[in-house]
């Protein structure tokens, strides 16, 4: 059972991006799929249908581990951090259909999901040790 919207809300997010993953390579498989293609262009789409996997089952996982903190601000980090990893699931789902192949070397859409994927990371991350430090200051005996 699920114990919190945020936990809710990641797994949610999580599950559908892997789905549009298994949608994506059907797609590869079958409209975007030519054996004459340069293999620059086969190798950008399963790279970007790559992307796709990672965002979702990170958030997927993260979404059957997270506990709601009881610190207020790591709880607004935990929530920052899961509307972060959203925004980059959107956008790797955007760049798989729009980023222009040709364009290989300038993937802006890319590397901006790829970078807020980390960032949201490294705030579930600051959040835990922020949260852990304030639960190890209300644990201490006071003299």
Do not use: C
Not at 7 to 22: D, H, R
Not at 36 to 64: C, K, M, N
Not at 72 to 99: D, K
């Amino acid at each position: 059972m699920l114990k919190s919207k945020l936990q809710f809300t990641n797994l949610t997010i999580g599950i559908s991006v892997v789905i549009l993953f298994a949608i994506t390579g059907q797609l590869m498989r079958h409209y975007y799929h030519n054996s004459e293609a340069p293999d620059v262009e086969r190798l950008y789409r399963r790279s970007r249908h790559l992307f796709l996997l990672l965002a979702g089952l990170t958030q997927g996982g993260i979404g059957i581990y997270i506990q709601a903190y009881t610190h207020r601000l790591s709880y607004l980090l935990q929530w920052l951090a899961t509307g972060l990893m959203s925004l980059a699931s959107a956008f790797l789902i955007l760049v798989f259909f729009y980023e222009i192949p040709d364009a290989i070397m300038e993937t802006p859409l890319s590397r901006l999901a790829m970078y807020l994927l980390l960032a949201s990371i490294v705030l579930h991350f600051v959040g835990g040790l922020l949260n852990r430090y304030q639960e190890s200051k209300n644990i201490l005996p006071k003299n």
